[in-house]
């Protein structure tokens, strides 16, 4: 798998790494992203208020079944620019 993401031979953005990791991701119950369209995306609640109410929530692009693991894959531009910060600071 390494090789199939491993940059800069592959030059990869963040979607295209998640396209090789999603099969394995899915038999491991994951659920994950299936485009970049609003109603495809996987929100991840982040902020209550009271009543449980969901204030804020992120997208993901893969869920454990049990929504105890997030998965937001970073490439090629995003990691250059620390955007990969941007993510760790959100959840």
């Known amino acids: 798998m390494y090789y199939e993401i ?9 979607d ?9 991701l899915q038999k491991l119950n994951f659920k994950v992203e299936v485009s970049q369209k609003k109603d495809d995306k996987i929100p991840v609640p982040v902020l209550f208020v009271l009543n449980n109410i ?6 993901a692009n893969a869920v454990s079944a049990k929504g105890i693991i997030v998965i937001e894959v970073e490439a090629g531009r995003s990691v ?3 955007h ?7 959840a």
Do not use: A, R
């Open 54 to 59: 969901i204030e804020k929530c992120f997208s």
């Open 6 to 14: 491993k940059s800069p031979e592959n030059n990869l953005d963040g």
């Open 80 to 82: 250059v620019n620390f």
């Open 16 to 24: 295209g790494v998640l396209k090789k990791f999603k099969p394995h």
């Open 84 to 90: 990969i910060l941007k993510n760790i600071f959100q």
